[in-house]
């Protein structure tokens, strides 16, 4: 099992910046996949953006390609989505993942273990 934490969210004006942090431990890290995901309300949970099972490439979402990056520091057993020209419609809950099998990266039914998620709040 994989314990995660997440940190960083909070209120962010339209057009700004926030970087999310989520803290890993109880597993090897390079054992397991990593994924973001959000839900604003009265909303399904939604992918955002998560790393291949290899490690090596990222995968993100339509809505947040070429805004979002996902990235990791092995050394400190963390996965970070840095969050670039927010908008309103980002607001939501946003939760990391990690799954310990080659599954679909997209789907949130592949990922086994979830932290408790940080709120992002756009302001117009």
């Known amino acids: 099992q994989v314990q995660l934490v997440e940190s960083g969210g909070g209120l962010v004006q339209a057009g700004g910046s926030l970087r999310l942090s989520c803290a890993a431990s109880g597993r090897t890290f390079s054992s397991y996949a990593m994924g973001w995901f959000r839900q604003a309300p009265g909303k399904e949970r939604e992918f955002v953006a998560a790393?291949?099972?290899?490690?090596?490439?990222?995968y993100y979402a339509d809505s947040v390609k070429g805004r979002f990056t996902i990235s990791r520091d092995n050394g400190k057993n963390t996965v970070y989505l840095q969050m670039n020209s927010v908008k309103p419609e980002d607001t939501a809950v946003y939760y990391c993942?990690?799954?310990?099998?080659?599954?679909?990266?997209?789907?949130?039914?592949?990922?086994?273990?979830w932290g408790q998620g940080t709120q992002v709040t756009v302001s117009s």
């Open positions: 790393f291949s099972w290899s490690g090596f490439r990222t």
């Open positions: 993942a990690a799954r310990f099998y080659s599954r679909s990266y997209n789907d949130a039914s592949s990922y086994e273990s």
